[in-house]
């Protein structure tokens, strides 16, 4: 069973995207901003991470950076998931190691798609 | 609805589609039909049939295209799209290195995701660049559909099934919350409103042939008809891409499938005299 990180401020969001996770057959843990995902991928790296953009402490791009910067090797996939619906955001993502990227709202079939995407569906 | 209708529409439909319609489709009937009562000024669908029965022509194509299924989706059912690639391409761009012509048809092309997505396949490999001439022709019963493939804009719930972000980056420009797909890529289909049950005799020989998602709202009579003369036009080299619930094995000689590629068909190799007589 894969492991899916879920990183967002909004305990609905979280709520609903680990449900529609679990229905995918993931194994599903939370995170509600960036500074506690650091602290959970040091303790667990996940297999893949569905992340928001703004939230307290850490924001999702400094958080994807400071992942991407880590040295032991590992390198989940990470799917931002985001109100941030531009291209120059998309891009900023991308250039910071996103794989895929969801514009909110979202629904079952755009997390199986994308997650499809990145090869884990 | 009352039988008597819903058997005079389910006849209309099949003659001017051939889609069909089964009594448990009721509710969809009047779900489907509901836009096109407001819009021509009925207060109910037994009003509706009485003005059909009339043999009104533009209301008769009105519900005829309300109730046409016209959901899609880029890259929908992404193996056809990697059979397509990886087999029938690359065979193809072999056998036609003299000519430089490619002819694909996709022959229900709902709102222009399935043709746009293979324009994006063949604009991968720059085959336009390499002095290839691509006739890419994307036909659907729906005329809303088809006006609405030539604009090219979809919205963000529509590119966020089966496109890839980079893909989305690099082939649309962004208008409001919606995007556009490139002018290049626009420009490399051809899209005209045609009811597969209208003659073929237009269109020219095709070396690939979508028809995906349609054969299985058919009875078995439009749907051989429509693979027999999807014969008559393919290319004798040509592949025919058909839905993943779409078998058509049984349903006629003139294909044969292709090992591991489900969905994919190939003119069958016509039977030597020698064969006939062992058959027969």
Not at chain 1, 106 to 113: C, V
Not at chain 2, 139 to 152: P, V
Request: neutral net charge.
């Amino acid at each position: 069973m894969k492991h899916c990180l879920v990183v967002d401020d909004s305990r609905v969001i979280r709520k609903v995207a680990c449900r529609i996770l679990a229905d995918l057959a993931f194994e599903t843990e939370e995170a509600a901003d960036g500074a506690a995902a650091l602290q959970a991928c040091r303790l667990r790296m996940p297999d893949v991470i569905l992340l928001d953009w703004h939230m307290p402490n850490m924001d999702g791009i400094e958080f994807l950076r400071a992942l991407r910067a880590g040295r032991d090797g590992s390198r989940p996939m990470v799917v931002f998931c985001t109100t941030e619906n531009d291209v120059a955001h998309i891009t900023e993502a991308l250039g910071a190691g996103a794989d895929e990227y969801i514009m909110k709202p979202f629904d079952r079939s755009i997390i199986e798609a994308k997650f499809a995407e990145v090869g884990l569906v | 609805m009352d039988q008597n209708d819903f058997a005079f529409f389910t006849e209309l439909l099949r003659r001017r589609s051939g889609l069909l319609l089964t009594q448990q489709k009721t509710h969809l009937v009047e779900s489907r039909l509901a836009p096109v009562m407001r819009r021509f000024g009925f207060k109910d669908s037994a009003a509706l049939m009485r003005e059909l029965r009339h043999g009104h022509e533009a209301l008769a194509a009105a519900v005829t295209e309300a109730m046409t299924t016209n959901d899609s989706a880029f890259f929908r059912d992404r193996r056809t799209f990697e059979e397509f690639r990886d087999i029938v391409l690359p065979e193809l761009l072999i056998n036609r290195a003299a000519s430089k012509r490619l002819r694909i048809w996709c022959a229900a092309c709902a709102a222009g995701q399935e043709p746009y997505s293979i324009a994006m396949m063949l604009d991968d490999g720059k085959l336009l660049a390499q002095g290839w001439t691509i006739d890419l022709l994307a036909t659907d019963l729906n005329s809303q559909m088809i006006a609405r493939a030539e604009e090219g804009v979809y919205s963000q719930f529509e590119v966020q099934r089966g496109l890839p972000i980079r893909r989305l980056v690099r082939n649309f420009t962004q208008e409001g919350s919606n995007w556009r797909i490139s002018e290049s890529l626009r420009r490399m289909v051809t899209f005209r409103t045609f009811n597969l049950l209208d003659s073929f005799g237009w269109l020219a020989e095709m070396d690939v042939v979508f028809c995906r998602n349609v054969l299985m709202y058919f009875d078995q009579k439009t749907r051989i008809s429509v693979i027999d003369r999807v014969a008559d036009i393919i290319a004798p080299d040509g592949a025919l891409l058909v839905g993943p619930a779409e078998s058509i094995l049984g349903l006629t000689i003139a294909f044969a499938q292709t090992e591991h590629a489900p969905g994919l068909y190939y003119r069958a190799k016509p039977m030597s005299p020698q064969m006939r007589h062992a058959v027969g």
